[in-house]
């Protein structure tokens, strides 16, 4: 089975602060993705990345930057963290091979930001 | 722009009851649909995944058909328990916009004892 790990469940930051969440996957996937999940709207993609070094923006990347140095970790930093930033924060991953490869999500971080 | 649409947003049904749920979304050309599960505070699992060239696919108790054309999805619950309370998320993948999944709104399913 595949296997989504996101570093934190809870975590509480203040506004101003440099905040990073810490993405792993054990498929050797070649594509992960950053989402949020809002009351109302919904899931809406941050960033996502193709591979080592590649990144793509989201529909919502504003406040937002990725890293992924590694395959097997994508990491999302909110640069100066506002209270507007306060959202559950998913972890998603697939294979390249194919356009008919599921996405895994890992168990998601609830960022809050005083 | 994809929009997907999740009707109702809230279910509550008495257990062993047989249930569908609804999904559509505005943009035949996607490659594949997927319906996940969420349970409060958790994640996302996936329950199935449907090509764009399939009709259905069943997963023990759950049967989730697509009708591409006509820009629908549903899934079966057969004989629900307690257990299958959760919300429940279709996405598509459109065939625009690389391996971004456009998600709906959710229906939040209650299985009353």
């Known amino acids: 089975d595949v296997k989504v790990t996101q570093s934190s469940r809870y975590l509480v930051k203040r506004t101003g602060e440099k905040v990073f969440l810490e993405c792993v996957q054990d498929?050797?996937?070649?594509?992960m993705f950053w989402y949020r999940q809002d009351p109302g709207l919904g899931l809406r993609l941050i960033y996502f990345s193709y591979d080592v070094k590649m990144k793509e923006k989201g529909d919502i990347p504003e406040g937002y930057s990725v890293s992924r140095e590694k395959k097997e970790r994508f990491s999302l930093i909110l640069e100066s963290a506002s209270t507007n930033q306060t959202s559950m924060y998913l972890c998603?991953?697939?294979?390249?091979?194919?356009?008919?490869?599921?996405?895994?999500f890992g168990d998601g971080t609830r960022l809050s930001i005083l | 722009k994809q929009e997907v649409t999740q009707i109702p947003a809230a279910l509550s049904v008495p257990e062993g009851e047989n249930l569908v749920l609804n999904c559509s979304f505005t943009?035949?050309?996607?490659?594949?649909l997927q319906w996940f599960r969420q349970d409060p505070g958790k994640g996302l699992t996936s329950l199935l995944l449907?090509?764009?060239?399939?009709r259905e696919q069943t997963s023990g108790r759950l049967n989730a058909s697509l009708d591409k054309s006509s820009g629908r999805s549903t899934l079966y619950i057969a004989a629900s328990q307690p257990g299958d309370s959760a919300t429940y998320l279709c996405?598509?993948?459109?065939?625009?916009?690389?391996?971004?999944?456009?998600f709906g709104q959710g229906t939040r399913l209650t299985i009353n004892p």
């Open positions: 449907i090509q764009s060239s399939q």
């Open positions: 998603a991953s697939t294979s390249f091979q194919g356009s008919n490869q599921p996405q895994h």
């Open positions: 996405a598509v993948r459109a065939i625009q916009g690389a391996q971004k999944l456009v």
């Open positions: 943009d035949s050309a996607i490659y594949n």
């Open positions: 498929m050797d996937h070649e594509n």
